[in-house]
């Protein structure tokens, strides 16, 4: 983003405090208009709790960073002990598809 949506205006980088969590984006040195990228909204939305059912924090056991798999979605889509989840790369993140073992 270099300039204004609103009034063409130059952009600056600005950082925002909001619920204690800094949000990264831009400030119109023209009008004042902030921008934040979709991004940055997502995390703020996770850091703030606005996701917490669907949000994991990865943890560290012995050498491997593990995260679990939110309830919810271990009855709505039927995982079962020794599914895989495999890990594809996509445009913004990953995306976890889940393999079961047994039909
Ligand atoms: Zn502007």
Redesign the pocket.
């Known amino acids: 983003m270099e300039r204004?949506a609103?009034?063409k205006?130059q952009l600056k980088r600005h950082v925002k405090v909001s619920e204690g969590v800094k949000i990264r984006g831009w400030k119109?040195q023209?009008?004042s208009?902030t921008f934040f990228p979709s991004s940055e909204m997502l995390r703020w939305e996770v850091l703030t709790g606005r996701r917490k059912s669907l949000a994991r924090r990865v943890r560290v056991v012995g050498h491997s960073k593990v995260v679990t798999l939110p309830e919810k979605l271990v009855k709505e889509e039927k995982i079962h002990d020794k599914d895989l989840v495999l890990f594809e790369k996509i445009k913004d993140g990953l995306l976890l598809k889940v393999i079961h073992t047994e039909l």
């Open positions: 204004c609103i009034c205006g119109c023209n009008c208009e």
